[in-house]
């Protein structure tokens, strides 16, 4: 098992941006798949960006073009770079961490994904 701590939510206005970070703490063990979620009062935790095992990333359709995972191995942290962001984005977004190995399809499905952090709040509006 191992803990994630997210952090770098916020408010910000409409077309502004924010970085959010995902770091794992405690005992990793071998590579993780990493995903970031995100979910509003009432419906369902919803795939955003995720990078696997491969390297390979995968991003919702709602977020292509705006938002972008960077990997820092050096600091073993995730971030999601979130640009041009709408008061539609506005969630409670979640980092999370899988197996290896899970297929690129299935990469943005909360199921494939045993560890979760505690989440940071990001808030757009005007």
């Known amino acids: 098992e191992v803990n994630l701590v997210e952090s770098g939510g916020g408010s910000v206005q409409p077309g502004g941006s924010l970085r959010l970070s995902c770091t794992p703490s405690?005992?990793?063990?071998?590579?993780?798949?990493m995903a970031w979620f995100r979910q509003v009062p009432g419906k369902e935790r919803e795939g955003v960006a995720a990078?696997?095992?491969?390297?390979?990333?995968t991003y919702a359709d709602f977020v292509k073009g705006r938002f972008t995972l960077i990997a820092d191995n050096d600091k073993d942290t995730l971030y999601l770079q979130m640009n041009s962001l709408q008061p539609e984005d506005t969630a409670m977004y979640y980092c999370?961490?899988?197996?290896?190995?899970?297929?690129?399809?299935?990469?943005?499905?909360?199921?494939?994904?045993?560890?979760w952090g505690q989440g940071t709040q990001v808030t757009v509006s005007s």
């Open positions: 999370a961490a899988g197996r290896q190995g899970i297929p690129r399809w299935r990469l943005l499905m909360k199921v494939e994904y045993d560890d």
């Open positions: 405690g005992t990793t063990g071998s590579t993780r798949t």
């Open positions: 990078v696997g095992t491969d390297d390979m990333t």
